[in-house]
């Protein structure tokens, strides 16, 4: 069984809109529903599981509807920290250890379905329990104090850029999350409770710079150019 969980509770307020991020259009059609068919059309994905703000649980159930989609099993309310709406989206689930569930973002509609199997291919072959996509840094990353002074300039070669989805077997992250929840830990994507509180390696996928997150306005006018650039090779 492979999962796709769907992270879509965030608050939005760096978009500076009274709508969620999630459901702004791009050309014509909400970016949440072009999150979910990158993962309704893939014969790997079994099922979807959409956790959001308590106020977009019905709007997401009906453009759910309204636009066909199959594969999402259940719309629920998130936390009030990504977090947060990760576990009970986890809790939620009735999987068993060896399943593999992919937690993305909603506001990341660019993803490649080639890297999504990639991803669960590293874990069906049992290579990984754990893999993500990343790609590497462009820029030069500098280390500063509370100051604001530089304290370091970490090997760029070596960084890369996190992006979802995030593949694990469900086992594993499951057990991490409760851990993280118990000890009050608090990360900001799920690879970092896995690195925190196992020992697991995490494989990371190179994938491309298209898997923007849609998170301020300025995004709005990349993913329009992003739509065109994919139509114009079409």
Do not use: W
């Not at 690879?191 to 300025?218: F, R």
Request: hydrophobic content about 40%; some cysteine.
């Amino acid at each position: 069984m492979t999962t796709a969980i769907i992270v879509a509770a965030g608050s939005s307020s760096r978009m500076k809109t009274n709508i969620s991020k999630q459901l702004i259009e791009l050309d014509g059609i909400p970016v949440i529903i072009r999150t979910i068919n990158v993962f309704e059309f893939l014969s790997e994905i079994d099922s979807v599981l959409i956790v959001t703000r308590k106020c977009d649980i019905e709007i997401i159930k009906k453009l759910v509807s309204e636009h066909n989609i199959k594969k999402v099993s259940a719309v629920i309310e998130g936390g009030s920290t990504r977090q947060e709406s990760v576990f009970l989206g986890l809790s939620h689930l009735n999987s068993g250890n060896d399943d593999i569930v992919l937690i993305h973002d909603g506001a990341r509609p660019f993803v490649s379905a080639d890297y999504i199997k990639e991803i669960i291919s590293e874990l069906r072959s049992g290579s990984s329990k754990a893999a993500a996509i990343g790609v590497p840094v462009k820029d030069t990353i500098k280390q500063t104090n509370e100051r604001g002074y530089i304290e370091n300039t970490p090997d760029r070669s070596k960084l890369v850029s996190i992006q979802t989805p995030q593949g694990f077997r469900y086992g594993i992250i499951m057990e991490a999350h409760k851990k993280a929840k118990e000890l009050n830990l608090s990360v900001t994507d799920d690879c970092a409770v896995i690195e925190a509180l196992t020992s697991e390696p995490v494989k990371v996928i190179t994938g491309d710079y298209n898997n923007i997150k849609i998170t301020t306005p300025e995004d709005i006018i990349l993913g329009e150019a992003i739509i065109a650039k994919i139509q114009n090779n079409t």
